[in-house]
C-alpha cells in the first residue's frame, strides 16, 4: 500500500514554561515522519515571535519542514514584506497564507487591519520577497576552512485555505471557489481546507474545485473533537453545520477517555473515507498534543500502530 502523506498543525507557546513540553510533542510528531508541522501566527502578530522560535526549533532539531503561518489583518505589505524575510532568512521555506478575520469587537475596513486585502495578495507578496533575495545560496564546506558550497535556491512553497462548505464571508454559493482559483493564479502550490465532519463535503467540494479548473493538490483539514465544549468552540469559530450523531455521542458519554476515543474514531473514518476518495494526504489539527492524533492516523490505517515512547532529542 502506498505512503500516504500526513501532517500536523501546532500552536506556538503562550508562555515560556509550555516550550518544553511542545518541543516534547514536536519529537513525537516528528518521529511519526509527516510532510511538514505547521505553526499558526496570531493576528496582528501577538505570537510572531514565538512562531519563529517553534519554527526553528523544528528545523534545527527535527528532520521535518516547518511551515509557517502568515495572516493578512493586522499586517501591512511593508510590515509582512519584513516578516516574510525574517522567516526566509532563518531557513523557513513553506507558507500558509491566509486573510485571517479582524480580532473581536473589531470590524473589516478598520485601519489597523492592515493594507492586504486578500489571502492572494499575501501569496504573490511571499513570492515577490522571495524572487528578490539572491538566485543562489552557499553553505560551507565540512572540513574545508573558507570553502563554500553554492547552490540554486529552493523555492517557497505556499499554501492557502479552501473552504469546503463555503467561507462564512462568501457572498454567494460559488465564491470561495472563486477564491481558491484567484490564490492559485497568484503563485500558491496547494491548499488546506478548513475542517469538515462529512466525507462528501470534502469530495464533492475539490469535484467543484477542479472543474472550475483548480489544479494544486487540496489537503484535507482534519480535526480530532474530543469534547463538547471544543465542538462548541470549533463550530462557533467557523460556522459549520451541528455534526448531530458526534453531538449526541459526545454528550451522552460519561467519561474524557470514552470522549476521546469517541473523537479519534470519528476522524479515522474521516480520514480513511477521503483517502479512499483520493484525497493526496490529511492534515490533522494536533491542539499541542501527539497522542490524539498518531492514534488517529493508526485507526485510519495511515500509520502503523505506534509506540508513544518519548524519541530521543537530537539533529536531523
Not at 101 to 121: N, T, V
Not at 146 to 170: D, E, L
Amino acid at each position: 500500500m502506498p505512503r500516504v502523506p500526513f501532517s500536523f498543525e501546532l500552536y506556538p507557546p503562550r508562555t515560556a514554561a509550555n516550550a518544553e513540553a511542545l518541543h516534547e510533542t514536536i519529537q513525537h510528531l516528528a518521529a511519526a515522519g509527516p510532510d511538514f508541522l505547521s505553526v499558526t501566527y496570531g493576528a496582528g502578530g501577538s505570537t510572531g515571535g514565538r512562531s519563529l522560535e517553534v519554527l526553528k526549533y523544528i528545523r534545527t532539531r527535527t528532520g521535518v519542514e516547518p511551515l509557517a503561518h502568515l495572516t493578512c489583518v493586522g499586517n501591512t505589505y511593508s510590515g509582512a514584506a519584513r516578516l516574510i524575510r525574517e522567516f526566509l532568512d532563518a531557513g523557513i521555506l513553506s507558507f500558509l497564507a491566509l486573510r485571517g478575520d479582524p480580532p473581536a469587537g473589531h470590524a473589516e475596513g478598520e485601519p489597523f487591519l492592515g493594507d492586504l486585502e486578500s489571502s492572494a495578495q499575501l501569496v504573490q507578496l511571499i513570492d515577490r520577497v522571495q524572487a528578490e533575495r539572491a538566485p543562489y545560496e552557499e553553505s560551507p564546506v565540512p572540513g574545508h576552512p573558507g570553502a563554500i558550497r553554492v547552490a540554486p535556491r529552493r523555492n517557497v512553497r505556499i499554501a492557502v485555505a479552501a473552504f469546503p462548505n463555503g467561507h462564512p464571508r462568501s457572498a454567494y454559493s460559488t465564491q470561495h471557489v472563486e477564491a481558491l482559483l484567484a490564490k492559485q493564479a497568484a503563485g500558491a502550490t496547494f491548499a488546506i481546507t478548513q475542517l469538515f465532519f462529512h466525507p462528501d463535503h470534502y469530495l464533492a467540494f475539490v469535484e467543484r474545485a477542479r472543474r472550475a479548473g483548480v489544479t494544486i493538490p487540496i489537503l484535507p483539514g482534519i480535526m480530532p473533537i474530543t469534547s463538547p465544549a471544543r465542538l462548541a468552540r470549533v463550530l462557533e469559530l467557523t460556522g459549520e453545520e451541528l455534526p448531530g450523531e458526534l453531538v449526541v455521542a459526545l454528550e451522552v458519554e460519561p467519561t474524557a477517555e470514552g470522549r476521546r476515543q469517541i473523537g479519534v474514531e470519528w476522524a479515522a473514518r474521516l480520514a480513511a473515507d477521503v483517502v479512499a476518495g483520493g484525497a493526496p494526504g490529511v492534515h490533522l489539527y494536533a491542539f499541542n498534543q501527539h497522542d490524539t492524533v498518531l492514534d488517529v492516523l493508526a485507526a485510519a490505517d495511515i500509520l502503523p500502530q505506534l509506540q508513544h515512547s518519548a524519541p530521543s532529542k537530537g539533529t536531523p
